[in-house]
């Protein structure tokens, strides 16, 4: 669901970015836009068009962030740690851990979005109305336009589907109802996968009828939802078998440390080819001071292998995702996924004593898997 995304700021001390997807959809609403504006107003210049297309866009660009802030803000207020939010495709993702608490904060969390999108419906809808006489009647239209935009926006988000909105009402809902989380998610989110199913079927039918851009546009929201209301849910299945499971069970604890003198020549001789492990701890005095990967060794040109140091190439212990032996691992594997490098350290007094990367659990799981067939 995440792919590659950029961060773009921070607001209130929360990190925004913006999912790669975000850049197709933002060209394929502006050209929409202006071919909308050009047609209505065929009065206004190209150029006029142009303008009109990339205001609207900026602005439901805003207007989606403003409702994923009213996500985080509320969030932050009930004391849940907000990780990021992401603007992707139809919409945006804050990500916080709001599943921790109990029924009620999610209930309140996933309600002020609709709310928030219901309120910028009302207010572009006040300022295009009155503003009639003083705007140009383009602007104006456009501003109505985004009133609907906000409108649909809030509707969309109230689809009882998970993770919209209105499937993490009702997970809660059925969630304060039966005292399960797990069972609460199963059924929020098979609502989310038909609902998405339902979206690809009259996308498929718009297609049919021969409206091109509007069918690929609801197939494609259909099968985005449907996949993350699939993942959603097997994160939730990991996050429960993980439960009680701490890092140093998971971890790969056979690590070699590589001396820091040591040239990176030796190194892949006499560890990486020997070994077959992705990284070493670079060790001094008994203290790892940080890691040597085999992505960093590549990094420098081959020939200068003989003489580059390992303490030249390592990364440093400082830039790493470190957790205690003893760390739960339901809370690791958000860090897995968070960090740059998918990768995090087991460190016990200063000494890195294991490494789990995502084949370190895919392994763990594996092994796990069959002591409980009967969990499924
Ligand atoms: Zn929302």
């Given at each position: 669901m995440f792919g590659t995304s950029w961060r773009v700021g921070r607001i209130a001390g929360i990190e925004v970015r913006i999912d790669s997807s975000w850049a197709v959809i933002a060209l394929l609403i502006t050209y929409s836009m202006y071919r909308q504006v050009s047609i209505l107003y065929?009065?206004?210049?190209g150029g006029g068009a142009v303008a009109l297309g990339i205001l609207a866009t900026v602005l439901f660009f805003g207007s989606v962030l403003v409702h994923e802030l009213a996500h985080a803000l509320v969030s932050q207020a009930r004391g849940i740690r907000v990780q990021d939010i992401t603007l992707f495709l139809f919409g945006g993702a804050t990500r916080a851990?709001?599943?921790?608490?109990g029924p009620g904060d999610e209930f309140v969390i996933a309600l002020v979005g609709p709310l928030t999108s219901g309120l910028l419906a009302a207010l572009f809808g006040v300022v295009a109305g009155l503003g009639g006489d003083v705007l140009s009647t383009p602007l104006a239209g456009t501003l109505g336009y985004l009133a609907w935009t906000n409108l649909l926006l809030a509707g969309f988000n109230l689809v009882?589907?998970?993770?919209l909105d209105g499937g993490r009402l009702l997970r809660s809902a059925i969630w304060k109802a039966t005292g399960s989380l797990g069972r609460a998610t199963r059924i929020a989110s098979a609502a989310g996968q038909a609902v998405g199913w339902l979206l690809v079927a009259s996308g498929v039918a718009w297609l049919l009828a021969g409206d091109l851009a509007g069918g690929i546009w609801f197939a494609f929201i259909g099968w985005f939802l449907v996949q993350a209301a699939r993942s959603s849910y097997q994160e939730l299945q990991l996050q429960q078998l993980l439960r009680?499971?701490?890092?140093e069970d998971v971890m790969a604890g056979d690590l070699r440390p590589i001396p820091p003198g040591l040239s990176l020549q030796d190194a892949v001789d006499d560890y990486f080819m020997r070994y077959g492990h992705g990284a070493f701890p670079v060790e001094e005095h008994g203290k790892t001071i940080g890691l040597l990967t085999l992505r960093g060794v590549r990094q420098v040109p081959r020939e200068q292998w003989p003489t580059h140091r390992v303490r030249d190439a390592m990364v440093p212990l400082g830039d790493q995702v470190v957790v205690a032996p003893d760390a739960r691992m339901d809370g690791v594997v958000g860090k897995l996924q968070d960090g740059e490098a998918g990768r995090v350290l087991v460190a016990q007094n200063g000494e890195v004593v294991g490494i789990i990367t995502p084949s370190d659990l895919t392994r763990w799981l594996r092994r796990r898997q069959p002591l409980e067939g009967s969990t499924r």
């Open positions: 065929p009065e206004l210049s851990k709001v599943d921790s608490r009882p589907g998970f993770p009680g499971v701490e890092a």
